[in-house]
């Protein structure tokens, strides 16, 4: 189970951010309250009676108090945003709003720009594995229960995964846009690699070998 964050853990994040797994873009009401200068409660108030009247319908999330109790907060995106703030008068708030509104732009940006890059690395690794699964083949003609053939694509995907973002089972969808830049290069020079190795004719344990050493040395 996933520890829940404490308020000023909450409050050390920007105050609108990207979502973890690179879905949206999204601000909290803790945020919105420590922002706008209220009181939390009166927030998570106006955001029930939005709620109440079939305005905005969305599920809660969880954090500790200073008193390690579990507390109410809601992620929002920019339209449930507005929904909320959009009673808040006064220059000061509208100054507030305008704020947020460009950080949504902002990070809106750069999640289109990331997702642009996961496509890119999308296209290498299917390529890669291509080869990847060309060298298979031959590996098994000669050791085919040795898991340097068995695990090969394991094998080249976390090393490829360890260089890019330094933990081999990181999860793609959470990688920044330069550590997915860096998987499409790591993975287009396994393919270019294998198919060169191949035409020196090299034997396949010796491709493998020169690959993945190719991938640590990278």
């Known amino acids: 189970m996933t520890a829940l964050p404490t308020k000023s853990e909450l409050l050390e994040v920007s105050i609108v951010a990207i979502d973890q797994l690179h879905k949206k873009v999204i601000t909290s009401t803790v945020q919105i309250a420590d922002y706008f ?12 009676a939005l709620s109440e009247i079939g305005l905005l319908k969305i599920e809660p999330s969880y954090y500790l108090n200073q008193q390690a ?6 992620q929002l995106n920019r339209d449930q945003f507005l929904l909320v703030v959009m009673g808040f008068t006064g220059s000061k708030a509208d100054q507030f709003k305008a704020d947020f509104i460009q950080h949504f732009n902002q990070q809106e940006t750069e999640l289109r720009q990331w997702q642009q890059g996961r496509l890119v690395a999308i296209d290498t690794t299917k390529e890669a594995n291509e080869q990847i699964y060309w ?27 360890k260089m890019a973002t330094g933990k081999a089972n990181t999860n793609r ?27 020196e004719g090299l034997p396949p344990i010796t491709i493998r070998n020169e690959v993945i050493a190719t991938i640590k040395a990278a």
């Open 69 to 74: 109790k579990k507390q109410k907060y809601y």
């Open 135 to 161: 060298l298979k083949n031959k590996l098994a003609e000669t050791i085919p229960n040795s898991k340097r053939c068995t695990m090969l694509f394991v094998h080249i995907q976390q090393a490829i995964t």
């Open 37 to 48: 200068g209220k009181r939390h409660s009166n927030v998570i108030r106006r955001l029930t």
């Open 173 to 199: 969808d959470t990688m920044t846009e330069g550590q997915l830049l860096k998987i499409g290069n790591l993975e287009e020079q396994v393919e270019i690699q294998i198919e060169q190795l191949y035409r």
